[in-house]
């Protein structure tokens, strides 16, 4: 079988071809002389302009001086992964391996797999990170995911392909901090109003597979409970109180090793939300449908299973929609900073407020509060105020003397 790969050093013939009739007109081709059979294998790709065109030439060419085979030069990361998975994953233990090769499957493939190796940045890696903790994917996950990515690009690296590792980035942890700490700024990642929840629930639920109404539901519980996604699907029958309208919020779906798992929510602490006359007929038409069982869950997909962040995202095509919507910003977790700017909005007491959302630091609800503008113009009356009034000398006041008289004494 004739080689695929060039030499090292070999001489790559170049040529750009327009081609009107193809949406990226413009061809370009690399083709060399295999020294062992005398054929002239090739490689071409289409292009937008001229100069990608030529770009590309000169990447290959760049590539070929290292020996770096055309076929390998456009794999995309998922190809590439998978074809130095055991070079990447040398001298890793075997219980090491489970947590890599599970971040590569269920988070690196799904997430930036589809890009070239070479296209693989600083940004692009951020990104993504950034992305897996919007999914509220574990610390350790995150760790994991991102050392197995780590290693593939190493590989990269070692073979040519790239210069540096993109993968090498600093500082996820302390945005996994600020997501746990719910931002410095979550007011702006709110949705505006009902309208805007509504719309963007009945947009997910039409692109959804079978027009499945149930993401519908989901997203408009999660916002108006201001609570999380893996916390909406942990809901269970006996968890409601229909009388009261209250909810026992005290356990979440999450993932773990093996699959998704049911635990305590984040923090361990209980609480109990209230459900608003707006989502009072969505939760009494979930109860009359589900099975009598206290356990029975109130939410589920289409098939019945357990619903998380990802699922949701990918079930309701979520970054399309919310980008059509004109919402690039938003992610799933918005729907809970949602849920509590509005309930901060209409005035419910901070301590209150941050019993609902679980917080752990009275600071973290405070992110929540917002003055409205009269009470703005009355702070700035008061100090006006202060400042025109009589005023006292200035300085410490001095401890007024007692007044001149007769003093007991104290006899031993």
Known sequence: MSQQNPPI?????????FRPQYTNPYRARVRWTDPATGRRPGRSEMHPTSEAAEQWITDMQRLAVRGVTPDTATMTLAEYGESVMELALRGTELKTRDPYLAGWRLRIVPTIGHLLT??????????????WIADEAGRSTVKNTLAMLVRVMEQAVRDGLIEINPARVRGWQREYQLAEDELDDPRALALRDWDALDTL?????????GEFGGWGSVVRFSACTAARIGEVSGVRRKDIDPHRWTWDLCRQTTTAPGGLVDKGTKGKRRRTVPLIPEIRELVASRLAVISNDPMARLFTGPRGGR???????????????????????????DLRHTGLTWMADAGVPV??????????????TQRYLHPDQQSIDRAGEALSA???????????????????????????
């Open 9 to 17: 050093g070999v001489k790559l013939s170049t040529d750009i071809e």
């Open 118 to 131: 070479t296209a693989v940045t600083n940004g692009v890696v951020d990104r993504a990170v950034y992305g």
């Open 201 to 209: 629930a009945n947009a997910l639920v039409l692109r959804s597979h």
């Open 307 to 333: 619903i998380t962040t990802a699922v949701l995202r990918d079930a309701t095509h979520w970054d399309e929609v919310v980008v059509k919507l004109g919402y690039e910003h938003l992610r799933r977790h």
């Open 351 to 364: 301590h209150v407020l941050r019993k609902i959302a679980g917080h752990g630091s009275l600071t973290t």
């Open 386 to 412: 202060h400042l025109s009034g009589p005023r006292e000398a200035a300085g410490p006041a001095l401890v007024p003397q007692a007044p001149e008289g007769r003093h007991l004494r104290l006899v031993r």
